[in-house]
């Protein structure tokens, strides 16, 4: 009887020591949030981007303009005069438009790639100096305004991560 008295003590023991450890290493861990928009509009190289996609974006509107006011002129001489050649040159210049359109767009984005996926990769650098430097933290949510996180009560990184990428 002493032996399972013993046996069963030893057991809660064991048994209460491992939750309360476990609760503890719980309590370390720790999920915090950063606002991204605030660190990536803080950064210089994100203005010098920003400005060559708006440079990049006119240049293709502009090109767009000219076709869509060259498609109205012809248009109109088309609305005068039903000739089938203007029909057919409408289509064709409808086609182009479309194409180019669609090709501005996919410039922009490579181009949007090309320029900011440095800077994201040196904001996650810096979120990885950031997490070296505390062994608590399990998770880094994205904070900033639309990217779905509501609510975090965790502790706030970005001035941690802005010191790392040295701005302010």
Not at 57 to 67: A, T, W
């Amino acid at each position: 009887m002493k032996k399972n008295t013993i046996f069963y003590f030893l057991l809660f023991l064991f048994l209460f020591f491992g939750y309360s450890y476990s609760k503890n290493k719980e309590c370390r861990d720790k999920i915090v949030c950063i606002n991204s928009m605030a660190l990536i509009e803080k950064m210089p190289e994100f203005s010098t981007a920003q400005k060559e996609l708006d440079r990049i974006s006119r240049v293709h509107e502009n090109i767009l303009d000219k076709l869509a006011k060259e498609f109205h002129k012809k248009a109109e001489k088309f609305q005068k005069n039903k000739n089938p050649i203007l029909k057919k040159e409408l289509e064709i210049l409808q086609a182009r438009a479309h194409a180019y359109q669609k090709a501005a767009a996919d410039d922009l984005t490579k181009n949007q790639n090309k320029l900011l996926n440095p800077i994201y990769k040196k904001i996650e650098k810096a979120i990885h100096k950031v997490i070296d430097k505390d062994k608590d933290i399990i998770r880094v949510d994205d904070c900033s305004p639309g990217k779905g996180v509501l609510v975090n009560k965790g502790e706030d990184i970005t001035e941690e991560v802005k010191k790392e990428l040295g701005v302010k």
